[in-house]
Each structure stands twice: as C-alpha cells, then as structure tokens.
C-alpha cells in the first residue's frame, strides 16, 4: 500500500531552526509538496520537489531524496504565525495526492 | 489570493437528512476535488472532476455524490447523513495541465450529525 510517514507533534522555540521529515512509500512518483495549515482553516501550498536536491523559498527550504523515499522541510528564523500543521503529500503514478497525517509545529516564544 | 468558496462553513443536522455542501471557484480552474479531514488525520480524496460532466470516485466515496455541470461549481451530497459523516469537508481546484500539484482550497465545511 501507500504510506506517507512524519512525526505527528514538534516544539520549537521562536527564532530557532526546525526541520520536519517525511518518508513515503507510494506507486510512482510525479513528485512531493508540502502545504501549511492553520488551525480551523484549510491547507495552503508551500512547496514543490520532483528532482533531488534543495528548493529554497525565504524562510522555508524543502529537500528530496527519492532514492531513499524522503523529505524534509526546513524552517528558519521560527515565528509564532509558523505555529500550524504541516502537510507532506507526494504525486503518485496517476497523479493523485497521497497525504500524510500532518505534523503539528508549536512556537514557544 | 484564491478564489473558491465553500457553504455553508458550519452545518449541524440530524440523522437521515439529506444534505448538499455547496463549492464554487472563479479561477476557471479545470480540476476540482472533495476531499475529507478528520483533526489530526491525512486528507482522504472523496471525489474529483477533470472538467464538465466528468467525475470520479476517491477513496470514500460510497456515500455520497458528486455533479459538474458547470465549470465553477462541483456540489457534494450525502443522501442519507449518519454520525460518522462528521468531520470537515474540503473543497480544493487546480488548472488542468499543472501537474505541480499545487490545489487552491476553500475555507471547509464543518458538519456535524446528531
């Protein structure tokens, strides 16, 4: 079957560095995005990967390794509007979404 | 900012009723989807649509139904509300051809069944 794994709950202090994994074991791959969504409100698109490597946006980063099945969004510079759920799903071979349960990101200041 | 709107936002009903939670977007978006999210738990694909007159079933699709006659709107009802329909419902489009996978949500519908 389809798996996308992250760890459910992080901390980290505001102004601090946090880095968020994702493994996944999916049919084909047509790449892997991560959305953030706020509490009580819907998912907004962050990032994109399909080819290995780092894509940086701002504060945000987002790593690709297919080879091993991961991925990691990092971010800098933490503020407490960060606080959120992030979402890490990956395109499969008939380019549907497969999503992982969200990882809940708390900002202690 | 994304143009695609959900009703009604907050829903409580009883069991048995039949119900229709409305979705339309102003992007001229060709892909439209259902998806349903439980707190804490991944997003499950209910329904898509590839354009007019064409839908498809996701993974919990079986108890309820989808229509797009037309390009902007794609309603979801459920026949026969139970409790276990409770949770939160999101609508999302994307332009046909942008394989970034990059959907535009709208704001959700909460429903609750007593």
């Known amino acids: 079957g389809q798996n996308i794994d992250q760890p459910t709950e992080m901390t980290a202090t505001e102004g601090a560095i946090v880095q968020i994994n994702c493994t996944y074991q999916t049919s084909g791959f047509n790449g892997l995005f991560w959305y953030q969504q706020h509490a009580g409100e819907a998912p907004t698109f962050l990032s994109y990967n399909v080819l290995d490597g780092l894509e940086e946006k701002g504060r945000f980063s987002s790593f690709l390794s297919r080879s091993k099945g991961y991925s990691y969004l990092l971010l800098k510079e933490l503020q407490m509007k960060d606080s959120a759920s992030y979402l890490c799903?990956?395109?499969?071979?008939?380019?549907?979404?497969?999503w992982g349960a969200g990882t809940k990101l708390i900002i202690k200041p | 900012e994304a143009d695609i709107y959900q009703t009604p936002r907050y829903l409580v009903i009883g069991t048995g009723k039949k119900i229709t939670l409305e979705c339309s977007q102003t992007?001229?978006?060709?892909?439209m989807y259902w998806y349903q999210q439980d707190p804490g738990m991944e997003l499950h694909l209910i329904h898509y649509s590839y354009g007019v007159n064409s839908t498809e079933k996701g993974d919990l699709s079986s108890e309820s139904t989808v229509s797009r006659i037309r390009t902007e709107h794609f309603p979801l009802t459920l026949e026969s509300a139970r409790p276990s329909h409770t949770s939160q419902y999101l609508c999302a489009s994307s332009p046909m051809g942008y394989e970034t996978g990059e959907l535009f949500f709208g704001e959700g519908s909460r429903l609750t069944v007593l």
């Open positions: 992007m001229g978006h060709d892909k």
């Open positions: 799903a990956v395109m499969d071979s008939n380019y549907q979404l497969i």
